[in-house]
């Protein structure tokens, strides 16, 4: 986390398998539960919905600033991170197809049935993300 220009603890993002998915989302609702002399604030509200619907827009932005995102890529965003975070689901394959074999496909915070700020945030400690 960074205050200023001073590093106070590690790049979450840069953990990348080095915790579990539940100690992330643990440590983001309740770091102190984790780590008693944590300063990191809690962030109980990652439990709401994620908003998927300009997910086509924002990827399409990227591409035209030189992200190599593809047009089957920008086309099928919404349901690639629904399909992503519900392992069951119909489009989890085509998921994969698209993103390749190496492509998490899991519940990152525990519950495939809501895609919500927490599964996000997870994959992204985990770097599980494309």
């Known amino acids: 986390m ?11 993002a840069r953990l990348g398998g080095s915790y579990s998915d539940s100690w992330h989302a643990f440590h983001l609702t309740d770091p102190r539960g984790v780590v ?14 994620l908003d998927t619907d300009s997910l086509d827009a ?6 035209a600033r ?8 920008i086309g099928k965003a919404q349901a690639d ?17 698209r993103h390749g074999e190496t ?8 519950g495939p049935a809501r895609l919500t700020e927490m599964d996000a945030l997870v994959a992204i400690c985990n770097r599980q993300i494309r």
Do not use: E, N
């Open 2 to 12: 960074l205050r200023g220009s001073k590093r106070t603890g590690p790049d979450l």
């Open 36 to 49: 008693p002399a944590s300063i990191v604030p809690a962030c109980p509200w990652l439990d709401r919905l």
């Open 58 to 63: 924002q990827l399409a932005t990227l591409a």
């Open 66 to 73: 030189g992200v190599p995102h593809d047009a089957a890529i």
């Open 81 to 97: 991170a629904l399909a992503q975070s519900h392992p069951g689901a119909d489009g989890a394959a085509d998921m994969q197809a």
């Open 103 to 110: 492509a998490a496909l899991r519940a990152f915070d525990g």
